[in-house]
Every structure is written in structure tokens, then in C-alpha cells.
């Protein structure tokens, strides 16, 4: 979405730390926060589908697309 971590964060009402540490596989995300991640992102249009194994599916809308562009 072209967010900064501060962004999200505060997007999600979570840490900034949680969200770094998620990233560098240094902390792990609940249930719940993971679940919020993915709630915010199909919210802006963009939908993730977990699949067997490691595969995933990443669909975004247009209305997606231009949000993210516009932050670029």
C-alpha cells in the first residue's frame, strides 16, 4: 500500500515494533493481529489467500492499485 510501519500501525492500532519484528521473522503475529494485517489490506483492496504448503494467492483490485499509486 505504500505505507510507512508508523502508517500501518497506527492504521491497525498496533505497535511499530510488532509489525518491524514481524518482518524480520524476529517476533511472531497472533492469530488476531494476522487477521487484522489482512482485514486492513482488503479494506484497500487487496485480498491474501493462504494456500497449502508455502504458496499464496495475492489478488488487487484496481481501486487497490490506484491507492497504493497514489502514494507513490
Do not use: H, P
Request: proline share 0%; charged share 20%; net charge negative.
Amino acid at each position: 500500500m505504500g505505507w510507512s510501519q508508523d502508517e500501518m500501525a497506527q492504521a491497525l492500532g498496533m505497535a511499530k515494533t510488532t509489525l518491524a519484528r514481524a518482518e524480520t521473522a524476529e517476533g511472531n503475529l497472533s492469530t488476531a493481529q494476522l487477521s487484522q494485517i489482512l482485514s486492513l489490506y482488503k479494506a484497500n483492496g487487496i485480498e491474501v489467500e493462504f494456500m497449502l504448503g508455502n504458496d499464496l494467492s495475492l489478488k488487487v483490485s484496481e481501486s487497490g492499485l490506484l491507492k497504493a499509486q497514489s502514494k507513490w
